[in-house]
């Protein structure tokens, strides 16, 4: 599940050498003092290197990439961006704070974007689709991607949970337009908060760059403090701190996926011919960064009791079913914009509701115990017999 399992000494040292070096927390400046040490720069160049793209930038969080990204595009009032109804919350809010309409549609098999609904949802005003790998499973971009094209829409990928994923050998989040990303304490490589944007056009890069720095274009014909700007923007810069981690982080992204993937497995094989348990779709040629283990059981009330027994058994679910309120936009009437567009939030969805009832989500872990697989089954199947 997080990369926080695996932090410890390699974090520490990187953290280190910046104080070592002068102790400039700002990424941006102060050069005669620093000593070389431009630890966001490098952990940016690093990250595009891993992902196989031209250009990163880092931001403070992973609803900061989505705001960014979405920044880039220059949507006018009445613009709409359509997102899946499943997805964390940040996703709808991102859209909203970029003055957007939101729009949601139903999931598939694989509890991500249905391109058969998305193509239903779309209209003249459509300006981008965001597709969203929830819990590492990608989306089925290919057909997502093809539709957008057609349509002449913009593609960007929320890859939250997607970091170290792939789909027919390309990296998740490098599909689109731009692909966003979120370190938070939860995902699978952390700097304890934190985001990273992916761009294949330096354009948009150096527009999301200026943005996500209250428009500084970083002239290095000039001092910052008279740095030129062709427009405003907001402050998203990530810190030296967070980026001194995040290239620990990133240097153990291949091994925590593979792990996630093996503790994974182990737990399917223990479960899989229990009655009623039916595996979560997932897109031919993916590799997931396996982030939980999703299967759907017979019915919203077997789903209820099997949490249940999985809870007195002193382990857990996550997201589904305990906490859908933040991540089911059926659930989101706080939330004006997205009503004023769909009506009645809880009848909008309804076949992502009756999806997500019967699912049961299972958190995957790097250091896992042993007796972690014969617990999962021993207290599922004492519901499930």
Known sequence: MPGFEVIGAEEQAEIDDIFARGGVLFRHGFDAIRNGSYKVREFESAFAEYMGVPHALA?????????????????????????????????????????????????????????????????????????????????????????????????IEDAAWGCGGSLDGRALGTWGRMGTFSFDFAKTMTTGEGGMIVFHDRSDYERAAAWHDHGHENNPSVPRWEDTRSGSGFNYRMTELQGAVGLAQLRKLADVVRRQQSNRDAIWQSIRDLPGV?????????????????????????????RKRLVDAGLATKILPEAVTWHFAATWS??????????????????????????????VMVNMEDSVPARVRAALASALS
Do not use: W, Y
């Open 278 to 306: 039916v595996a979560r779709e997932v897109p031919r040629g993916s590799v997931e960064t396996a982030d939980a283990l999703v299967f759907e059981s017979p019915s919203p009330e077997v789903a209820r009791e099997l």
């Open 334 to 363: 706080h939330m004006p914009e997205l009503v004023e567009h769909h009506g009645d939030l809880a009848t909008a969805f309804p076949a992502t509701a009756a999806r997500l009832a019967r699912c049961v989500s299972l958190p």
């Open 59 to 155: 931001v403070t969080s992973g609803t900061a990439a989505l705001r960014v990204a979405l920044a880039v595009l220059d949507l006018q009032p009445g613009d709409e961006v359509v997102t899946q109804s499943f997805t964390f919350v940040a996703t709808a809010e991102a859209i909203i704070e970029s003055r957007a309409v939101p729009v949601c549609c139903e999931i598939d098999g694989t509890l991500n974007m249905d391109p058969v609904d998305l193509e239903r949802r779309m209209t003249p005003r459509t300006k981008a689709v965001i597709a969203v790998h929830m819990l590492g499973t990608p989306a089925r971009l290919p057909e997502i991607a093809a539709l957008c094209e057609r349509r002449g829409v913009t593609l």
